[in-house]
């Protein structure tokens, strides 16, 4: 299978052209013949027209490959080895959708031939790849699992906005069906992955290494979340006592801060999940979720208090929140909890004006309903909510001339800390 793709008699497909699938669909276009399919015809006609509709990749990402994009299954049964990149969000009860797994599943399962490949990138909870997909590409290829078609797990690992850490510059991790089918995609892998590949013993073993990556991170957030509050009750700066602690060699540099996304603020439900259905209820893992889905309306409930401690009444108050994507330098706003402090500070009565250099306003008000504002100006409280470089050359002067007489910046980030002296001033 690796020959052939390296020759170029078969192409590589990647189902799945978003924030993840485009940058690997892209990475194997430079080195072999790729089919990139997406159900979204729309977003398939931007592609062909050298277009990235998550505004990740310039034009420049896209010449120079030798890829053909389509919504076509009859395009897409040209290939031979299959990536499966879609999105497992959660529903609103934070239980896994696998509905754009699944459904991509039944795509790939319908154009199935014997000796195709399969890999799952989607971030899953372990057990997934086996017990819910294969069964699907089986019964719609009506071929059988490892005697006709072997399967494999690669989580994929792209960090939104990260120009540094893209995907041909980090260390894979792989795992196959068997010894073959492990050996081959990692070969396969390895035509674009500079640093090489990780081989795991297991398909779960993949799955539960990728999700285990971002509930480390979710946790160790959830505790500098936690130690904000406390330390807010004893009027002492959180950032002050982490750069303190910071300065032993083994201290682990986390901050608090809003956790969104479609990976820290998700995959660790995933995990939880598949720990309920096999008798156990993971309590660390369903704290820190807890603390860190909890803090959008901590941030809004202390902007509320500090206007009214100021004298004003707070359901004539007019509040502009800076920043809605779900993190800095990008316009990704899926799973933003920027969206809870706006929820919030609105159930007080609160105007609130949302403004954001990124993030599209028509996005926004689909997805949360609301939108962006202009810029105006006698704020009662401005919340820096994003760390956006457009807003770290900003200084007091600049806030001073928003903001109304004992108007609050709330610095989520810590980013002005230090820098402001004369207005009132709060961060986590």
């Given at each position: ?14 189902i799945?052209l ?16 790729v089919i ?21 990749l310039?034009?420049?990402d ?10 076509s ?30 459904g ?22 372990p ?12 019964q ?26 893209t995907?041909t ?19 396969v ?5 500079e ?23 979710d946790?160790?957030?959830?505790l500098?979340?936690?130690l ?52 156990y ?13 909890s ?24 509040v ?16 933003s ?16 004006d ?48 928003i ?26």
């Amino acid at each position: 299978m690796y020959k052939e793709i390296l020759d170029k008699k078969y192409p590589l497909a990647v189902i799945g052209l978003g924030y993840v699938g485009l940058p690997i669909a892209l990475a194997f276009a430079k080195r072999i013949k790729v089919i990139g399919f997406d159900i979204n015809q729309k977003r398939v006609d931007m592609m062909k027209k050298g277009i990235d509709p998550s505004n990740e990749l310039s034009k420049k990402d896209f010449e120079g490959s030798d890829i053909e994009f389509t919504a076509s299954l009859d395009v897409l049964k040209k290939a031979r080895f299959f990536i499966v990149a879609v999105p497992t969000p959660i529903d609103e009860h934070n239980l896994p959708d696998l509905t754009p797994l699944l459904g991509a599943s039944t795509s790939v399962g319908k154009v199935l031939k014997k000796g195709d490949y399969v890999v799952y990138e989607s971030t899953v909870y372990p057990g997934c790849t086996e017990e819910d997909c294969i069964p699907v590409l089986e019964q719609h290829s009506k071929l059988k699992f490892k005697k006709d078609f072997k399967v494999g797990y690669s989580p994929e690992r792209i960090n939104p906005g990260d120009k540094e850490h893209t995907i041909t510059k980090i260390l894979k991790v792989v795992s196959g069906c068997d010894k073959e089918s492990l050996d081959e995609i990692s070969k396969v892998y390895e035509i674009i992955i500079e640093p090489g590949t990780h081989r795991a013993p297991s398909i779960k073993v993949a799955e539960a290494a990728k999700i285990i990556e971002n509930t480390q991170r979710d946790v160790n957030i959830s505790l500098m979340n936690e130690l904000s509050i406390i330390f807010n009750k004893m009027n002492i700066n959180t950032f002050d006592v982490l750069e303190a602690a910071g300065t032993k060699w083994n201290f682990l540099k986390f901050f608090p801060g809003l956790v969104g996304g479609h990976c820290i603020g998700v995959d660790p439900y995933y995990l939880t999940y598949k720990a309920e259905s096999l008798g156990y209820h993971a309590r660390v893992i369903n704290s820190g979720r807890y603390v860190n889905d909890s803090m959008g309306f901590y941030i809004a409930k202390n902007l509320v208090k500090k206007i009214s401690a100021a004298g004003k009444n707070i359901s004539k108050s007019k509040v502009l929140v800076m920043g809605a994507t779900f993190k800095e330098d990008v316009s990704d706003i899926r799973n933003s909890k920027v969206a809870d402090i706006v929820k919030e500070l609105k159930s007080f009565g609160v105007k609130v004006d949302i403004v954001d250099p990124h993030a599209d306003s028509e996005e926004l008000q689909h997805e949360y309903g609301f939108g962006l504002n202009k810029l105006g100006k006698n704020y009662d409280g401005v919340i820096v909510a994003v760390n956006h470089v457009e807003y770290k050359k900003l200084d007091e002067k600049y806030f001073k001339s928003i903001l109304s007489p004992k108007g609050v910046l709330v610095d989520v980030k810590g980013m002005y800390r230090g820098k402001m002296g004369q207005i009132l001033y709060w961060s986590l």
